[in-house]
C-alpha cells in the first residue's frame, strides 16, 4: 500500500507540473489568438533599438516569441519576461560597450493591451528605459499578477495604490526608480500573499506607517527599502514579522534600530549608511542565524567593543567598513570560521595575525587603511593555513605592515586582486626580485594588483609579466623601478588601467601600450620619457597622466587628430613638460573633461576660444607658459570650474569682472594685468 500511495503521490506530481509548465518556443499549443494581437498592440507603443522583440511577427505563435511564456496546456500568455537580463559593463568600459547596453534598454509607452492577457501570471520589465513614464495604473486591475517587477526602469511620479489590489503577488519590485513622496504604505496591507518587497530609493519620509503597514504582511520573507529617506524611529508597537529573513534599511536616517533584535529569524541585515550612532547595539548577539550583516558606514563610538560578534558563528558576510572603531578586535573575529567577506577597512584597528588562522573559508578580506603594525608575512602565514584555495582578494594597503614579500604569498593559487601599498619596507634588488617572481610564475589569476607608494626598487623585465596573462588593471606608480623592454614586445596581459608614475620607461613613448585594450586610466607620469607626444592614442580613454616628461613639440596632431577619440576623456595632465607651440582650439572634440594642466611648458599665443566649450571642466591650468592676450569671455561660461590658473604668462588687458565668482582657487599673478 505504501509503494501504490508514493507511485500515486509520483503521478500527481507529473501531472501538476504537466499544468503548471511553460514553454518557450516549444509548445504544441498555439498562443491565443486575442491575446498574441495585444502583445502586438503592446509593442507598437515600445521602442526596441536593438530588436530584441525581432521575433514577435503578426501570424506568427506568440508561445514561440522572446520573452513570451505559455501555459503549454492551453495555449494562455502566463509570462512576460522583458527585463534587461545583462549587467552594466564597468564603469570605465569603452563607450560603444556602454551605448550597446543602453540601447537594449526597452523604451517608450507601455499600452494598457496587457490588460487582455487575463491570464498573465508574471510580468517583468526591470531594467528598461521609460523615459520618465507614470507607473501605468491599468496594472493595478490585472489580478493574476503574482510576480511584478518595474525596477530600474526610469518610472516617476507617485506609486498607485491600486497596486494593493493584487491580492495574489508573491513579488513586488519598484525599486531604484523615482517615485515621488509618498505620505503611506497603507495601500501594501491587502497584498497578504507578498513574500518580497521591494521600494528602495521610494521616497518614504513621510510615510511614518511603514513599520505597521509592512508588519501587517504575513508572509513577508524579504524586505528592500534602501534608500527611502526613512528618518523617524519607527512607531512603538511590537515587531514580530513572523517570516522576515532579509531587511535591507541602508541609506536612510533612523534613529532606532533596537526593534530589529526581535526579529530572531533574520539572515541578512544592511543598515550601511542609516545613520545610526552611539555605541554599536550588542543586540546582534542573539541574532544566530545571521549569514549578512552590513553596519557600513555610520558613525558609532570609538569606544564600541565586538564581543557580541563571537556569537554569530554562522555569519558569511561581514563589513565595518568607516564606522570609527579603534583598539584590537582580534580575538572578536577568531570564532567565525564560516566568514567567506571581511571588510574591515577605513578604522583605526590593530589584529593580531595569529586570529586569522581559523577564517578558512575566506574568499574576500579588506583591512585596508587601518593601523596594522606587524610583518606583512606574518598576515599572509595566517592566512595560508588553511585559505590557501579559496582567497581571492585581498586588500591590506594603508597599514604600518613592513617586512618583504612572503613565500606563501605564491600558494593562493586563486587570488585575483591584491593591493599592498603603501610602504611595506621592500628595500633591497634581490627582495624585489623575489617578490615579482613570486606575483609572476606563482599568482597567474591575478586580475587587479596594486603595489603602489612603496618602496620598490631596481629592475622589471618582460619575463616578469610573462604568468600575467588575466591581468586587467596594474597600478605600481611612485617607486624606483626601471622598465625598458624590447621595442618588439607584446605583453600577454590587456590591462584596463595601467599606473607606471615616477618608474624609469626609457626615452621613447612605450610602444607596448599600443597593444592595450579598453585603456581608461593610464599614469606614466615622471617616467623620463621625451620625444613628440603620440599621434594616436587609446580610444575611450578617461584619465591620462603624462606630466613631468621630457615631451617636446605641438599639442596638436595629439589631441586633434581624427583618429584619436577623446570624447570620454576626463582628466588630463602634461604639464611640466617641454610642449611649444600654441594651444590646440579643438577642445569641443572632449566635452567630458573636468581638469585640465597644460601647466609648466612654452606654450604660446592666445588662450583658444574653444576652451569655453568644455562645460564640465573644474580645474583649469595654463600657468607658466608664453601666452599673450586677455582672457576671453566665453571662460565665463564654465559653470562648473572651481579651480583656474593662469599666473606666469604675458596676459593683459582688465581683469574681467565676472572672474572669481564661483572659484575656490584663482591664479593670475605675474601677468600684465589691470583691475
Known amino acids: 500500500m505504501k509503494a501504490v500511495t508514493i507511485s500515486l503521490f509520483g503521478f500527481l506530481l507529473v501531472i501538476a507540473a504537466a499544468i503548471i509548465s511553460f514553454c518557450d518556443g516549444n509548445s504544441k499549443v498555439l498562443c491565443i489568438g486575442s491575446e498574441g494581437q495585444a502583445l502586438l498592440t503592446f509593442k507598437q507603443d515600445l521602442i526596441d533599438r536593438s530588436n530584441r522583440l525581432s521575433s514577435w511577427v503578426e501570424g506568427e505563435d506568440c508561445c514561440e516569441w522572446h520573452g513570451v511564456f505559455c501555459n503549454i496546456l492551453t495555449g494562455h500568455v502566463k509570462e512576460l519576461h522583458l527585463g534587461l537580463l545583462s549587467t552594466s559593463p ?390 624606483m623601478l626601471t622598465f625598458i623592454p624590447n621595442p618588439s614586445w607584446i605583453p600577454p596581459f590587456h590591462c584596463e588601467g595601467i599606473g607606471l608614475g615616477n618608474w624609469r620607461l626609457g626615452r621613447q613613448f612605450p610602444q607596448w601600450l599600443q597593444f592595450q585594450r579598453n585603456m581608461y586610466s593610464l599614469d606614466i607620469s615622471h617616467a623620463g620619457i621625451s620625444g613628440p607626444l603620440p599621434q594616436a592614442i587609446f580610444s575611450d580613454l578617461g584619465d591620462l597622466f603624462l606630466s613631468k616628461n621630457f615631451f617636446s613639440g605641438s599639442l596638436f596632431n595629439f589631441l586633434c587628430n581624427s583618429s584619436n577619440n577623446l570624447k570620454v576623456l576626463n582628466i588630463l595632465h602634461v604639464e611640466s613638460n617641454l610642449l611649444s607651440g600654441e594651444i590646440p582650439d579643438c577642445w569641443e572634440n572632449m566635452p567630458m573633461l573636468e581638469v585640465l594642466n597644460l601647466g609648466n611648458n612654452s606654450l604660446t599665443g592666445k588662450i583658444p576660444r574653444s576652451l569655453g566649450s568644455m562645460r564640465l571642466i573644474e580645474s583649469l591650468s595654463l600657468r607658466n607658459n608664453n601666452l599673450f592676450g586677455e582672457v576671453p569671455s566665453i571662460l565665463q561660461h564654465l559653470v562648473n570650474m572651481l579651480v583656474l590658473d593662469l599666473s606666469e604668462n604675458q596676459l593683459t588687458g582688465s581683469i574681467p569682472a565676472w572672474i572669481g565668482d564661483k572659484l575656490s582657487n584663482l591664479e593670475l599673478f605675474q601677468n600684465v594685468l589691470v583691475t
Request: aromatic share 8%.
Open 90 to 479: 564597468d564603469a570605465y568600459a569603452p563607450a560603444a560597450e556602454w551605448d550597446a547596453y543602453f540601447r537594449s534598454k526597452l523604451g517608450g509607452k507601455i499600452n494598457p493591451s496587457l490588460v487582455d492577457l487575463k491570464h498573465l501570471s508574471f510580468l517583468d520589465l526591470s531594467n528598461n528605459e521609460f523615459g520618465g513614464l507614470a507607473i501605468p495604473e491599468f496594472i493595478g486591475s490585472m489580478k493574476s499578477l503574482t510576480y511584478l517587477n518595474l525596477s530600474w526602469a526610469n518610472f516617476v511620479g507617485a506609486i498607485p495604490h491600486n497596486l494593493g489590489n493584487l491580492s495574489k503577488l508573491h513579488y513586488l519590485d519598484l525599486g531604484i526608480n523615482s517615485l515621488f513622496e509618498a505620505k503611506t504604505l497603507q495601500w501594501v496591507s491587502g497584498l497578504s500573499s507578498l513574500q518580497y518587497l521591494g521600494l528602495s530609493l521610494a521616497n518614504l519620509s513621510k510615510a511614518t506607517d511603514w513599520l505597521q503597514a509592512t508588519h501587517n504582511l504575513p508572509s513577508l520573507v524579504e524586505l528592500h527599502l534602501s534608500g527611502c529617506s526613512l528618518n523617524n524611529g519607527p512607531s512603538p508597537i511590537s515587531v514580530n514579522y513572523t517570516s522576515l529573513a532579509v531587511l535591507d534599511l541602508s541609506q536612510n536616517m533612523l534613529s532606532s534600530v533596537t526593534w530589529i533584535f526581535n526579529l530572531r529569524s533574520l539572515v541578512s541585515i544592511d543598515l550601511s549608511s542609516s545613520g545610526v550612532e552611539g555605541m554599536i547595539p550588542s543586540g546582534f548577539q542573539n541574532m544566530s542565524s545571521l549569514k549578512f550583516l552590513d553596519l557600513s558606514w555610520n558613525s558609532f563610538s570609538s569606544s564600541s567593543t565586538l564581543n557580541w560578534l563571537s556569537d554569530l558563528n554562522q555569519l558569511q558576510f561581514l563589513s565595518l567598513n568607516s564606522v570609527g572603531l579603534q583598539g584590537n578586535f582580534s580575538s572578536a573575529i577568531g570564532n567565525l570560521s564560516s566568514l567567506t567577506h571581511l571588510d574591515f577597512s577605513n578604522n583605526q584597528l590593530e589584529i593580531e595575525p595569529k586570529y586569522l588562522e581559523s577564517l578558512c573559508n575566506m574568499r574576500e578580506m579588506d583591512l585596508s587603511n587601518n593601523t596594522i603594525n606587524h610583518e606583512v608575512s606574518e598576515i599572509i602565514e595566517s592566512l595560508s593555513r588553511c585559505s590557501l584555495d579559496r582567497l581571492e582578494s585581498l586588500n591590506i594597503a594603508s597599514n604600518k605592515l613592513s617586512g618583504n614579500f612572503p613565500d606563501q604569498l605564491g600558494q593562493f593559487k586563486n587570488l585575483a586582486y591584491l593591493s599592498l601599498l603603501p610602504k611595506l619596507h621592500f628595500w633591497s634588488h634581490s627582495i624585489l626580485n623575489r617578490g615579482v617572481v613570486i606575483i609572476e610564475r606563482q599568482l597567474g589569476n591575478l586580475e587587479h594588483l596594486d603595489v603602489s607608494n612603496n618602496m620598490l626598487e631596481g629592475n622589471i623585465s618582460e619575463t616578469h609579466f610573462s604568468n600575467l596573462t588575466i591581468l586587467r588593471s596594474f597600478w605600481a606608480s611612485n617607486n
